[in-house]
């Protein structure tokens, strides 16, 4: 059964709540010229103003190295919109753009050139924000977006707290009168160590409610739904816990290859790449207990609780894998090792698969499987969750030989929805059963906004919401669960590459989960209703 196949119709649909309107404020990004500004950052902001949802008094200043003027970065941030805008598979109105928007955008924007380490260029940086505060009337509020290498994280904030830029002024009551937040982009540290020693050193200059350490997976609506999913219904809460759940799987599958990134990704590999900041996310939020609101203090403590009773990673429970060459999605595509700027001895893992577990009432003795990697056979992005089977008692006396188990599947990309497996009996006198499903689409009951992921990121951080982001103590608890796996792969070197690009990552994934009474990964293919 597929809801997607009946007419649309929302059974109830109140007035949607208008967003808060931002302070004014001017946005700084470090690495103005990088793509991720080009890509992301400027193109959530064009969406957010086609929204209404920047504030009228707002300014934006581009920070890099390299040779520009402000005439120059507009071009190049303007032709990077228009490519997008004209690719009917990225997130914006094919073939238009709104011109009022980028009026906005583009009249409010500056650049400075200089070098990240130099006291002169944040002595220039504190001019421009006065000539903000004064002509562009931001009221003294700022925006350190660092879409820089993680290199620059710790010389940037020293650099700002040395200039006085993130000291926030106060109302006598307390509440910031003049607020300077700070954007950090993962990946945030590189162990355990470092994770630690960033935080010590941020925090010498900046507060934690003045910190966001950004993670562009919940940026996705349905990432962000799971909340809702799980305690806005009562049909499911009372069976989300270990009496009823066998197991849970979180895939995070791509089809790409390192994409021109073959030196950063040689310093870091799947797992420090996705497994400590996208798949835990997601983790956290099928996992987290109820909060007692849905303020951010309450939603993170929840979330802090879930990485707190997760002991650290079992080697003896990690796989790695490196992609050979091979076809993915019909197209010829080079081993790992033969990408740009990529040792060809190279022992960085491109795939990773873990078993984790979590020490909690609800939660003990439920395997949660996760597996990341790149060049595989469809990009799927998807939490399963499988219930435990029902007595099969009732059927002996049939010609049923098994019971199919029952999954219920949060889909987050590339479509985004939900669905249900269960048995149904096949029609005719015969007691024989059928595994169906039951499937609700985003696309089939709500309209779709031109959206590139960072748009209520972005927002959040202008409101000062912080729920989206992740803590001090979130982050330690994270690298902490994975350092027993980095420590032991980087002693014991591995032997790649052991998957062919297209397929579904390494034999060792699958043996990997049969361990445990012969569990079966979901194929990374998302499956297909039956038609008829």
Known sequence: MNISQQPVQIIEAPPRRRPIQPAPCTMVIFGARGDLTHRLVVPALYNLFREKMLPEDFRLIGIDHGENTTDGWRA???????????DKAAAFEAHRINESAW???????????????????????????????????????????????DRFFGPIIDRLGAAGLVKQTRTDEGAPKCWRRVVIEKPFGHDLKSARDLNERILTSLNEDQIFRIDHFLGK???QAITAFRF???????????DRID?????????IGVEG????????????????????????????????????????????????????????????????????????????RNEPNVDPASNVETFAAVKLEIDNWRWAGVPFYCRTGKRLSRRNTEIAIQFKQAPYLAFQDTPVEALRPNW??????PEEGISLQFEVKRPGPVVDLSAVRMEFKYADWFAKEPHVGYETLLYDVMIGD?????????????????????DGWERAPSDFPNYKAGSDGPAASDELIARDGGRQWRPVEPLKSPKG
């Open 261 to 336: 990134r073959g030196r950063f990704y040689e310093q870091t590999g799947a797992l420090r790449d996705m497994v400590p900041n996208h798949v835990f996310s997601l983790l956290s939020m099928v996992a987290m207990e109820a909060p007692t609101g849905f303020d951010a203090t309450s939603i993170r403590n929840k979330k802090a609780d879930v990485f707190a009773a997760m002991p650290p990673l079992d080697p003896a429970w990690a796989v790695r894998g490196q992609y050979d060459a091979g076809s993915v999605l019909g197209k010829e595509v080079v081993a790992y």
């Open 247 to 255: 197991h849970v799987q979180i895939t995070v599958a791509e089809t």
């Open 221 to 223: 609506d349905t990432v």
């Open 103 to 149: 009026s906005f955008l583009s009249e409010r924007m500056s650049y400075l050139r200089g070098d990240f380490n130099d006291p002169a260029l944040y002595q220039q940086l504190a001019s421009q924000l006065k000539s903000c505060e004064h002509d562009g009337q931001t009221q003294g509020n700022a925006i350190f977006y660092l879409a820089v290498a």
């Open 232 to 242: 806005a219904n009562g049909l499911f809460e009372p069976i989300w816990n270990r």
């Open 466 to 486: 912080p729920t989206l982001f992740m803590r001090a103590d979130m982050i330690e608890h994270a690298w902490r669960i994975v350092q027993p796996v980095l």
């Open 76 to 86: 190049s941030l303007f032709d990077k919109i228009k490519s997008m805008a004209s």
């Open 408 to 413: 219920l599947v949060l889909s987050i990309a």
